[in-house]
């Protein structure tokens, strides 16, 4: 269960995560990169509102999309500010695809005032959100995820209670797959059987990074799989893989002000008393604070986690399939000491 939707991150586990390590680094098939042919003449114009779904819809798409990333890697979409240049891009557009849940607040303006004709399409339509408050107990239901040709659930009317990060469940990205493929096709019907087998091609890869790393959370304790972050993006991947999210310092986010000394002095003595392994820093935030609590609690800080946007292009966090992978490895590793 989530107690609170949002704290300082860190995770607590035991043994038995050097082996989810092992099965994750194992893998059951390569980390997809979109195709890197050349664009067809008519490939579909598309802007895309962040790094991890421009992979999702470059992978679906190939040579018949082009795609233009409003919030690029290593990029905060929580603190993003539209440019004149974004709004060219807009308008320029044949699809404006987001991921909806409310995780693009400034779409709706930045669509407006840029004239745009553009469709739009929300990757995330027929996904179950979960809220701020909403129980994280894990579970293998399949509620909630449409993988057929047509959208059978609204997104309409989230707030900003609604947890956005649905793209940390792979099951909820075979959801954006079947949305991102729909919306290609009748962008560019010529293009439909090359867009239906890359799709196809994809969402298997999906299922088995969901089999990996379901297997690698069943070798850990169940009463060791405690979740404590600080920016609220786990609670997707907690319910679906069976962890607990809790919090150490309320409300503070990636939009907030640092934590007082007290409450790094107050976490770091929680952080004692149970004998916390490491704690982790985000790969679009700074490592500040983190490093602060670390000093004061005697602990390690591990390699960043990929939880809002993708790493470089060529590292482990490049593409969503590896960040993925990338993240169950890293909390693994340095949680189980190795």
Known sequence: ?????????????GAGLAAAAVLLAAGCGSDSAASTTAPAPDATNAVVTFSILDDVVRNVGGRCVTTTTLVGRDGD?????????????LKEADVVISNGLGFEPWLGDLYASSGSTATQVVAMKGVAP?????????????????HGDEEKASDGGHD?????HAW?????????????RNALVKANPECAAEIRANAKRYDAELVALDKEIAAAAKSVPKGERIIITSHDSLGYFAKRYGFTVETALGSVTTESADPTAKQIADLA???????????????IGGSGVIDRLATEAGVQVAPPLYTDALG??????????????ANA?????ALSGS
């Open 168 to 180: 940390q469940d792979p099951r909820n990205m075979r959801t954006a797959v079947a949305s991102v």
């Open 160 to 164: 900003h209670e609604v947890d956005p």
């Open 269 to 283: 003595a929680g952080i004692r008393k149970d004998g916390v392994k490491a704690i982790f820093v985000e790969n």
């Open 329 to 333: 490895n890293t909390i693994s590793t």
């Open 130 to 146: 979960i809220g701020g408050e909403d129980g994280h107990e894990g579970g293998d239901d399949d509620h909630g995820h449409d």
């Open 1 to 13: 269960m989530r107690r609170s939707p949002e704290g300082w991150m860190l995770a607590i586990a």
């Open 312 to 325: 470089e292009e060529g590292s482990e966090g490049g593409t969503y399939l590896g960040m993925m992978r």
């Open 77 to 89: 979409a929580h603190v993003f500010e539209p440019t004149p240049k974004d709004a060219t891009s």
